[in-house]
């Protein structure tokens, strides 16, 4: 019963930011032919082909609606049958959207809020990697080979991050290896990795880490991912928690 309460507020929560947003999009939806772009209202064609920021919003409107069909199936089917759940990603759910839509770039469908987010400075862990450390494509420096395959999926699925970005918790300075921003939503998610339970008092301090971040409101698989050595063997299984907690 408590699991079902927690997901009865979760989706209501979001129908709630989902109704918001959808109010402050425009009317009609996206439609093309040949190369030319449109904006179809009423039976009406108005061509937005050079108008690159209303075709975005067409995306996130096609988008928003998609999701907030998703979720009102899934409140229904969270007391029918649990087994109808519908658990497929924003990627899954745009794929399929008609071409007009699949031919455009996936960021057209994020968040408006995330380029900013991403672009934006933050205040780093004071002591940098040292010598040994692991490069991600996208230049991010990075303590160890379990965190780059992470920041490499985290990459590969154009999710914004910050590595090692300080976060006030408790009034203390915390550094949590991922501070990721839900590219569809804009909802803020930390990922620690846990890999060193070997050294001395290693195990002490990621007790009290996690202690501190759940007596401060971070929920486990919603805004705390934590993992260990033996969940990050394989890319295949980092995609599936990807997918599984910050993707849904």
Not at 16 to 30: E, F, H, T, V
Not at 88 to 107: G, N, V, W
Not at 186 to 214: Q, S, V
Request: hydrophobic share 30%; proline share 5%; charged share 30%.
């Amino acid at each position: 019963m408590r699991n079902l309460t927690k997901y009865i507020l979760k989706y209501q929560s979001e129908l709630a930011k989902i109704n918001n947003g959808l109010k402050q999009l425009p009317d009609g939806y996206l439609s093309k032919r040949g190369t030319s772009y449109y904006q179809t209202v009423d039976k009406k064609d108005i061509t937005i082909t050079k108008n690159r920021k209303l075709i975005q919003q067409m995306c996130r409107k096609k988008y928003l609606l998609a999701r907030k069909e998703q979720l009102v199936n899934n409140l229904d089917f969270l007391i029918s049958d649990p087994s109808e759940i519908d658990y497929r990603t924003a990627q899954e759910l745009i794929k399929t959207f008609s071409k007009a839509y699949q031919e455009l770039p996936i960021s057209y469908f994020h968040h408006p809020a995330v380029t900013k987010w991403s672009e934006s400075d933050y205040q780093k862990h004071p002591y940098p990697p040292e010598d040994g450390y692991h490069v991600t494509k996208n230049g991010v420096k990075v303590r160890s080979k379990s965190e780059l395959l992470i920041a490499t999926e985290l990459e590969n699925q154009n999710i914004p991050y910050r590595y090692e970005a300080v976060r006030m918790v408790e009034n203390k300075k915390k550094y949590p290896d991922f501070t990721i921003c839900n590219p569809f939503n804009g909802k803020i998610i930390l990922w620690e990795h846990f890999g060193a339970l070997h050294l001395p008092d290693y195990e002490k301090k990621m007790n009290e880490k996690m202690d501190a971040y759940l007596r401060n409101s971070y929920v486990p698989n919603d805004t705390l991912v934590y993992t260990f050595e033996f969940q990050v063997r394989n890319a295949k299984r980092v995609q599936e928690l990807i997918e599984e907690v910050i993707l849904y």
